[in-house]
């Protein structure tokens, strides 16, 4: 017998592997912009959305989309205006997101210590076909929107100003850029949870950059990296019996180490075969006086 003779495997596999792909075309985004941290101040923003879904009795998934991207386009413009500081606005993001979350999942009526921590560290194999539906809906979105919209979003991330002079939408793409990121954080909480959600966004682009030249072929094996990392994540974890969100992480930075490692060592070998260039002499000729 195997894993995916079973439905919940097979929808936790295609879930896994539309987060995998989608979360580093966001994260190398991010990357650019140093902001590799901001998905877990929105994740837990998206812990009180998973609060307000379980509340009311709608789907926690739709609801912490809805939340999160709220609170990060306030964030967006909070910075973009300049009256705080973006690193005081993620703080404030950040732990008045999980406080919300946790009294939130407390006063609803099915909100139980397992739940939180099926949505903390997350739960990919109990995911319904609906939630799938939903996971893949809004993941092939903000793929195609990350790749449709390469150039603009990379001339934004790397020099606003100079996006702005040339005339590109900056708030737009910046707000755009919030939005998806939310998005993503969203639908990857249900395969490695919120705490571990930066991951999957940030590890395959720093991967990436070890071995490739450009933002193209960082963004191509990054999501490369990210998608076998999942598939195999699911894989391994349901032979070991694993937490499955915590077993793609660790395959995800085992393969950064080791890219890191065989490029150092690379580079290495690389110097010491290439001959060192002669040293010439730059003093000047002995001169002799004559008396």
């Keep these: 017998m195997t894993l995916f003779q079973y439905d919940f495997m097979i929808r936790a596999l295609v879930g896994a592997l539309v987060i995998g792909l989608t979360a580093p075309a966001l994260g190398i985004y991010l990357v650019q912009r140093k902001l590799s941290l901001i998905g877990d101040g929105i994740g837990h923003v998206a812990l009180t959305g998973v609060g307000v879904g379980l509340l009311t009795g709608q789907s926690p998934v739709l609801t912490a989309v809805i939340v999160a991207a709220i609170g990060a386009i306030g964030v967006e413009l909070v910075r973009e205006r300049g009256r705080t500081s973006g690193d005081l606005a993620l703080a404030v993001l950040f732990y008045g997101g999980i406080a919300g979350g ?60 100079y996006a702005r002079v040339s005339g590109l ?17 969203t639908i990857a909480m249900r395969a490695v949870g919120l705490l571990l959600v930066s991951a999957l966004m940030v590890v395959p682009v720093a991967a990436a950059q070890q071995v490739t030249r450009g933002f193209r072929a960082t963004m191509a094996l990054a ?8 598939g195999a994540g699911v894989t391994l974890a349901g032979e070991a019996n694993t937490a499955l969100g915590a077993t793609i992480v660790l395959l995800t930075i085992a393969v950064f180490l080791g890219l890191a490692v065989g490029a150092g060592v690379w580079r290495l070998v690389r110097r010491r075969m290439i001959p060192a260039a002669p040293v010439t002499s730059t003093e000047p000729p002995d001169v002799v006086l004559n008396h």
């Design 102 to 161: 946790v009294v939130l999942v407390g006063l609803s009526p099915t909100g139980t210590g397992n739940s939180l921590t099926a949505y903390l560290f997350g739960s990919l194999t109990t995911t319904s076909v609906d939630d799938l539906t939903v996971i893949v809906a809004l993941g092939l979105a903000v793929l195609i929107t990350m790749v449709a919209l390469r150039p603009a979003l990379f001339a934004v991330c790397h020099d606003e100003e």
């Design 169 to 185: 939408p900056v708030r737009a793409l910046n707000l755009l850029l919030a939005a998806t990121t939310a998005v993503t954080v």
């Design 223 to 230: 999501m490369l990296i990210g998608v076998a990392s999942a």
